[in-house]
């Protein structure tokens, strides 16, 4: 379930009550607060499902960050994570507002804004890239 946060920057709201859907190179995320929150996003993992209440996995991350002497490990955490890969990632601003939800910055950001959808092949391969590099150290550090 963290890696679906960490790998979709869905927030509580999104990942626990809205749908979102699946597709074989895309995942579309049905978002409330605004206009902005429908969005495609490349699918670099396969997502989980929500399989515990949002509550008893806030729980479960308190916990870990405890045991990992790390502060402040929350859901929003996962959503940062997702910010972070598409910089590394290289993703240009005006996709990285896409993909995030957010709308087009400044007068620049609604010039480039534009569709995702040609992009999401390109996207996906360099974002994989990233993702790969923090799931080898994931399973090393085990």
Same mark, same amino acid.
């Given at each position: ?46 997502? !989980?499902?929500? $399989? ?5 996995? /806030?729980?479960? %991350?308190?916990?870990?960050?405890? @045991? =990992? ?37 400044? !007068?620049?950001? $609604? ?5 995702? /959808?040609?992009? %999401?092949?390109?996207?996906?391969? @360099? =974002? ?15």
């Amino acid at each position: 379930m963290w890696w679906t946060l960490c790998c979709t920057g869905m927030g509580n709201k999104e990942y626990w009550e809205t749908p979102w859907e699946v597709e074989a190179d895309r995942i579309l995320i049905h978002g409330t607060k605004r206009e902005t929150r429908d969005r495609i996003i490349p699918r670099i993992v396969t997502p !989980v499902r929500p $399989l515990c209440h949002m509550r008893t996995f /806030e729980a479960a %991350l308190t916990q870990a960050a405890v @045991a =990992l002497k790390l502060k402040g490990l929350t859901i929003y955490t996962g959503r940062r994570t997702w910010a972070h890969f598409l910089e590394l990632a290289k993703i240009p601003p005006s996709r990285q507002d896409a993909y995030m939800g957010h709308s087009a910055k400044g !007068v620049g950001g $609604l010039y480039r804004q534009h569709e995702v /959808e040609p992009y %999401l092949a390109v996207d996906r391969e @360099a =974002l994989r890239a990233i993702a790969g590099d923090f799931s080898a150290l994931k399973v090393m550090a085990s």
